[in-house]
């Protein structure tokens, strides 16, 4: 299994800047892709962005721009740096790993608890 913990959420003004972290833990063989969705109360949870095993990156349109990705496999840890936020970024975040426990099987998706970052105008 893979343990996910989420840090760095808290309060800020629109236009300032956050960076998340998320380090995984627990028994694992390699952890795949990564990435960090957002859940704001009453609405479904949507993804924020993603990161592959090589680095290759994708973002959701809404913060395109202003978030950034990365990920460092040696601590096996993903960031997330947040700027230019905006109230409408405020959620809870979660991070996301997929993973094998084992080389060619026990490929699974773990999530952490979540963070929450609350962004005010």
């Known amino acids: 299994q893979v343990q996910l913990v989420e840090s760095g959420g808290g309060l800020v003004q629109a236009g300032g800047s956050l960076r998340l972290s998320c380090a995984a833990s627990?028994?694992?063989?390699?952890?795949?892709?990564m990435g960090w969705y957002r859940q704001a109360p009453g609405k479904q949870r949507e993804v924020v962005a993603g990161?592959?095993?090589?680095?290759?990156?994708n973002y959701a349109d809404s913060v395109k721009g202003r978030f950034t990705i990365s990920r460092d496999n040696a601590k096996n840890t993903v960031y997330l740096q947040m700027n230019s936020l905006k109230p409408e970024d405020t959620a809870v975040y979660y991070c996301?790993?997929?993973?094998?426990?084992?080389?060619?099987?026990?490929?699974?998706?773990?999530w952490g608890q979540g963070t929450l970052v609350t962004v005010s105008s």
């Open positions: 996301n790993a997929n993973a094998n426990i084992y080389q060619i099987s026990g490929r699974n998706d773990y």
């Open positions: 990161i592959t095993s090589g680095g290759g990156t």
């Open positions: 627990g028994r694992f063989f390699r952890i795949n892709a």
